[in-house]
């Protein structure tokens, strides 16, 4: 039985994380996720022993290297590696996933139920086929808890710090595994409340003083993370339903599991500001979700087939989200026609052409253009002013060419690129700001013009 079920499990998330890649092979060959082009370039980087500084991107900034962008630097064909990395940890993750619910004194039931909604859900999906920082966290995280819970207590503490290495504000994590274990299995107050101080310590500082108490985003979260309503990344319905169900089943003994939901309030807010927190949060959401599946299960029902029906209703409700975000995740951009676009700037421009886009494009062009930009991924995240950020949207809004030319020679900016994303993101009408000086002032031409992507070179010397 264990045996079939470790089989069960390979075949069932190797199949759904492989497929992504299989469907998406066929159309589009490179990887998905524009945040996934900073790790390709950080790693580019690394081969041409180029130091710290950046640049392909205008003025001072250091690249945020980390060991994730040095492992690929090691290899030839890195976009195959960025590939298939993160599905053999997928898988891997599913498979420990798995033993450390049996560690927990699960059942077999238990923990085979919690790892199939585990492997099936839209945020393990993500997690293992868009190559992103998480992914390595996540599964280095199940890996220390197994660790830990087989007495093995150095390699445990030597991946804690791997974790800490790779991403400081993944801290928490070390520091609520090993609190959660002590608690569990160490019982010592003296200790159990070092650790709580430092949790809610590393929170307070960590979260609301880098980020600020934003109601707004705590309002929206699950309405921005709920993948059957569009979300990119977050949860299904049919698994956030169970949860809920399991949460209210195990309130009965909520002294045995309150440490679980403190566990999940932190891992709830982390979840808020950085959004990768999620796949932690699954860990414990498809354990619940898993009792409120055998509690119903087990009921006895006045009529089976009605028992059978609504069983059935949850079963295909998880596939079904699922199967639909495995549908929408083949299509994430970048698309060809953005790449190909790229490669034609490259081509046709001089190496040292600062390029203007919105940020979440920055590190693409810099990985496939090889051009430098004024803002991208990492600045937005890390930038306390975000001047360049408010730099931007005057440049979007404007309908001033005095105000739009003085921004864009500030940065010495030669070239405009757009895609369509940007283009619905940005700007309501097509004759709003940046969008009508470029067609109506002489200042601009419009260079490349290819399946909904736009070049437009700037001239500084025009009037």
Same mark, same amino acid.
């Given at each position: 039985?264990?045996?079939?079920?470790?089989?069960?499990?390979?075949?069932?998330?190797?199949?759904?994380?492989?497929?992504?890649?299989?469907?998406?092979?066929?159309?589009?060959?490179?990887?998905?996720?524009?945040?996934?082009?900073?790790?390709?370039?950080?790693?580019?980087?690394?081969?041409?022993?180029?130091?710290?500084?950046?640049?392909?991107?205008?003025?001072?900034?250091?690249?945020?290297?980390?060991?994730?962008?040095?492992?690929?630097?090691?290899?030839?064909?890195?976009?195959?590696?960025?590939?298939?990395?993160?599905?053999?940890?997928?898988?891997?993750?599913? $498979?420990?996933?798995?033993?450390? $619910?049996?560690?927990?004194?699960?059942?077999?039931?238990?923990?085979?139920?919690?790892?199939?909604?585990?492997?099936?859900?839209?945020?393990?999906?993500?997690?293992?086929?868009?190559?992103?920082?998480?992914?390595?966290?996540?599964?280095?995280?199940?890996?220390?808890?197994?660790?830990?819970?087989?007495?093995?207590?150095?390699?445990?503490?030597?991946?804690?710090?791997?974790?800490?290495?790779?991403?400081?504000?993944?801290?928490?994590?070390?520091?609520?595994?090993?609190?959660?274990?002590?608690?569990?299995?160490?019982?010592?107050?003296?200790?159990?409340?070092?650790?709580?101080?430092?949790?809610?310590?590393?929170?307070?500082?960590?979260?609301?003083?880098?980020?600020?108490?934003?109601?707004?985003?705590?309002?929206?979260?699950?309405?921005?993370?709920?993948?059957?309503?569009?979300?990119?990344?977050?949860?299904?319905?049919?698994?956030?339903?169970?949860?809920?169900?399991?949460?209210?089943?195990?309130?009965?003994?909520?002294?045995?599991?309150?440490?679980?939901?403190?566990?999940?309030?932190?891992?709830?807010?982390?979840?808020?500001?950085?959004?990768?927190?999620?796949?932690?949060?699954?860990?414990?959401?498809?354990?619940?979700?898993?009792?409120?599946?055998?509690?119903?299960?087990?009921?006895?029902?006045? $009529?089976?087939?009605?028992?059978?029906?609504?069983?059935?209703?949850?079963?295909?409700?998880?596939?079904?989200?699922?199967?639909?975000?495995?549908?929408?995740?083949?299509?994430?951009?970048?698309?060809?026609?953005?790449?190909?676009?790229?490669?034609?700037?490259?081509?046709?421009?001089?190496?040292?052409?600062?390029?203007?886009?919105?940020?979440?494009?920055?590190?693409?062009?810099?990985?496939?253009?090889?051009?430098?930009?004024?803002?991208?991924?990492?600045?937005?995240?890390?930038?306390?002013?975000?001047?360049?950020?408010?730099?931007?949207?005057?440049?979007?809004?404007?309908?001033?060419?005095?105000?739009?030319?003085?921004?864009?020679?500030?940065?010495?900016?030669?070239?405009?690129?757009?895609?369509?994303?940007?283009?619905?993101?940005?700007?309501?009408?097509?004759?709003?700001?940046?969008?009508?000086?470029?067609?109506?002032?002489?200042?601009?031409?419009?260079?490349?013009?290819?399946?909904?992507?736009?070049?437009?070179?700037?001239?500084?010397?025009?009037?």
């Amino acid at each position: 039985m264990k045996y079939r079920n470790l089989l069960i499990l390979i075949i069932l998330s190797g199949v759904i994380l492989i497929s992504i890649h299989f469907f998406r092979g066929k159309s589009n060959p490179y990887l998905p996720g524009y945040k996934t082009y900073k790790h390709l370039y950080n790693a580019q980087r690394f081969n041409n022993f180029s130091g710290l500084e950046n640049p392909l991107f205008f003025g001072e900034k250091d690249l945020n290297y980390d060991l994730v962008d040095f492992f690929i630097s090691l290899f030839l064909e890195k976009q195959l590696i960025m590939k298939f990395t993160p599905f053999i940890l997928g898988v891997l993750s599913s $498979l420990i996933y798995f033993l450390v $619910l049996k560690k927990l004194n699960c059942t077999e039931e238990l923990s085979f139920i919690a790892t199939v909604i585990f492997s099936i859900s839209p945020v393990f999906i993500y997690s293992f086929s868009v190559f992103n920082e998480y992914f390595i966290i996540a599964f280095l995280t199940l890996l220390s808890i197994y660790l830990l819970l087989t007495d093995k207590y150095f390699f445990s503490l030597l991946i804690f710090c791997m974790i800490i290495i790779i991403d400081l504000s993944s801290l928490i994590i070390p520091l609520l595994i090993l609190f959660t274990y002590i608690y569990n299995f160490k019982p010592k107050k003296s200790i159990n409340m070092i650790f709580l101080f430092m949790i809610i310590s590393f929170t307070l500082v960590n979260v609301f003083e880098n980020n600020g108490i934003n109601i707004v985003k705590f309002l929206n979260f699950y309405r921005n993370h709920v993948t059957d309503l569009g979300a990119d990344f977050g949860f299904g319905i049919f698994s956030i339903a169970l949860s809920l169900i399991g949460l209210l089943i195990s309130w009965r003994k909520k002294t045995r599991f309150s440490l679980y939901y403190f566990v999940i309030a932190i891992l709830g807010i982390y979840s808020v500001y950085y959004p990768g927190f999620l796949i932690f949060l699954e860990f414990f959401l498809c354990f619940f979700a898993a009792i409120a599946f055998i509690k119903l299960k087990n009921l006895k029902w006045q $009529l089976s087939i009605l028992k059978e029906y609504a069983l059935l209703l949850i079963i295909c409700g998880l596939f079904f989200s699922s199967v639909s975000y495995i549908n929408r995740a083949v299509s994430f951009p970048p698309h060809i026609n953005e790449i190909q676009s790229l490669k034609w700037l490259q081509n046709n421009s001089d190496q040292g052409s600062i390029i203007f886009s919105h940020y979440t494009n920055g590190n693409l062009i810099q990985a496939v253009s090889k051009r430098p930009v004024i803002t991208d991924i990492e600045y937005y995240e890390s930038s306390r002013d975000r001047i360049r950020i408010k730099d931007s949207e005057s440049i979007y809004y404007s309908r001033d060419l005095i105000v739009t030319k003085s921004l864009l020679n500030k940065y010495n900016i030669s070239y405009i690129w757009i895609n369509p994303v940007m283009k619905n993101k940005v700007w309501e009408t097509s004759d709003q700001g940046l969008l009508f000086l470029m067609k109506n002032s002489r200042i601009f031409t419009n260079i490349y013009l290819e399946e909904n992507i736009e070049i437009w070179k700037y001239h500084q010397d025009r009037s």
